[in-house]
């Protein structure tokens, strides 16, 4: 089981309205992610981080942004949510692969998003 | 263009039955291939991740296959059981940057029934 926590698992609120999603995970890894997940769809990255004061867009366009002030915890902010944001939003933290080459991701359990 | 394509887009089986997933990549330069299980509403958790030189990996009832020369691979999940009822879904990495860039694929929902 991952120790990576996402709240609230659930939001739906109306459109204009600033909204903060968090994830939290306490494997101390310091790669951490954000995804966004339409049903019967892929995964599409839309923030990630290296650590402690860095973050990067990912592949989506995505007009949230994200913050990293602490290596546990990552949240992800809408300043003014529109019903195009709605979606399940994803959390990952991730370690190296042992043996091999890459990271190995940690899901949290998601926050679906409602913008009415 | 790198991508992930799944098959079938969903599937029915009997409590009990075995059933295969199938997985085809065109990303390149290939690094490891990850398959996921998602159960509705939550994150997807990790069942198998094989590199090049793995061509087949277990776990528990689930075993992995990997053809790295065509590009495939399967998830063969024996003796099903209700809770096997989810999304699977095929990650494929590449070598790119140290991060890893991953290729999704859209999954197959897997339903079981008693």
């Known amino acids: 089981e991952a120790d990576i926590y996402q709240t609230p698992r659930y939001l739906v609120i109306g459109t204009g309205k600033k909204i903060t999603l968090e994830c939290s995970q306490t494997?101390?890894?310091?790669?951490m992610y954000w995804y966004q997940q339409d049903p019967g769809m892929e995964l599409h990255l839309i923030h990630y981080?290296?650590?402690?004061?860095?973050?990067e867009k990912g592949d989506l366009s995505s007009e949230s942004t994200v913050s990293r002030i602490r290596t546990e915890h990552f949240p992800l902010t809408l300043e003014s949510a529109r019903p195009s944001h709605t979606s399940q939003y994803l959390c990952?933290?991730?370690?190296?692969?042992?043996?091999?080459?890459?990271?190995?991701?940690?899901f949290g359990s998601g926050t679906q998003l409602s913008v009415l | 263009k790198n991508q992930v394509e799944q098959s079938p887009q969903s599937l029915i089986i009997l409590e009990g039955k075995n059933c295969t997933l199938q997985?085809?990549?065109?990303?390149?330069?290939?690094?490891?291939l990850r398959w996921y299980k998602q159960d509705t509403g939550r994150g997807p958790v990790s069942l198998t991740i094989?590199?090049?030189?793995?061509n087949t990996k277990s776990n528990g009832r689930y075993t992995a296959t990997l053809d790295a020369d065509t590009k495939q691979s399967s998830l063969h999940i024996t003796a099903s059981q209700l809770s096997d009822s989810a999304s699977y879904i095929c990650v494929v990495s590449d070598r790119g940057s140290t991060l890893g860039r991953l290729y999704f694929g859209r999954g197959t929902q897997l339903t079981v029934w008693p």
């Open positions: 094989m590199t090049f030189s793995e």
């Open positions: 981080s290296y650590g402690v004061n860095s973050t």
């Open positions: 990952a933290s991730s370690e190296r692969i042992s043996g091999g080459e890459g990271e190995k991701l940690f």
């Open positions: 494997m101390g890894h310091d790669k």
């Open positions: 997985c085809n990549y065109t990303v390149s330069p290939f690094s490891n």
